[in-house]
């Protein structure tokens, strides 16, 4: 079965830094676009970042400089390393799979499947 | 970054009713757009990938439209099980960016 484990979330001081693990079953992180996406309490999703498997990676303004994105094959297991936290990062973490279909001007893009995701609270 | 602008953010309909929820992008993204389902405490599942290709498995009840700015995700006779909140994504670029939601109630 395909499936995406996140952990990690937790209560965090402002400042402070955390560490998100999404571990893959059913398929190889190593061969897939992988990316983070959260959604703060009784909001809208926002996008965060992707990694390409050329290891390229894209952030969101909201987080660029501060969440970094990585993966280690070797666990099947996608990280995104959270630094210089605030309030307003509180929110449920998911990690999703990007999947391509070719179509005739380009390329049709879906995240497919979603983990269950983790909350994060950043507080004092 | 371009901005999806998703109506009605919240509607009531009954069962066997035909419903309709749009998305509007700030710029073309050609049918780079894909509508999402979300229960409560549940993660988004995919619907409908390329503005109008059924993701395997969702059932035929559903389905999207559209293509440039303006985008239809229909729900030709609506059940029980698909009271939820429905997004939008634009793929056609990073950021990806979400439709603000419709929560979809049965009355």
């Known amino acids: 079965e395909v499936q995406l484990v996140e952990t990690g979330g937790g209560l965090i001081q402002p400042g402070g830094s955390l560490r998100l693990s999404c571990a893959a079953s059913g398929f190889s992180v190593s061969t897939n676009y992988m990316n983070w996406v959260r959604q ?19 952030f969101a303004d909201s987080v660029k400089g501060r969440f970094t994105i990585s993966r280690d094959n070797s666990k099947n297991t996608l990280y995104l390393q959270m630094n210089s936290l605030r309030a307003e990062d509180t929110a449920v973490y998911y990690c999703a799979r990007e999947l391509s279909v070719k179509y005739n001007n380009g390329w049709y893009n879906w995240l497919d499947p979603w983990g269950h995701g983790t909350l994060v609270t950043v507080s004092s | 970054a371009i901005q999806m602008t998703q109506s009605p953010s919240s509607l009531s309909a009954s069962l066997g009713d035909r419903v309709t929820i749009t998305c509007r992008a700030s710029q073309g993204i050609r049918n780079d757009l894909g509508w999402y389902q979300q229960k409560p405490g549940k993660a988004p599942k995919l619907l409908i990938y390329g503005a109008s290709s059924l993701q395997s498995g969702v059932p035929s009840r559903f389905s999207g439209s559209g293509s440039g700015t303006d985008f239809t995700l229909t729900i030709s006779s609506l059940q029980p099980e698909d009271s939820a909140t429905y997004f939008c994504l634009q793929d056609y670029n990073y950021p990806y960016t979400f439709g603000q939601g419709t929560k979809l109630e049965i009355k």
């Open chain 1, 40 to 58: 703060a309490p009784g909001k809208g999703l926002e996008w965060l970042s992707v990694t390409y498997t050329s290891g390229d990676t894209y």
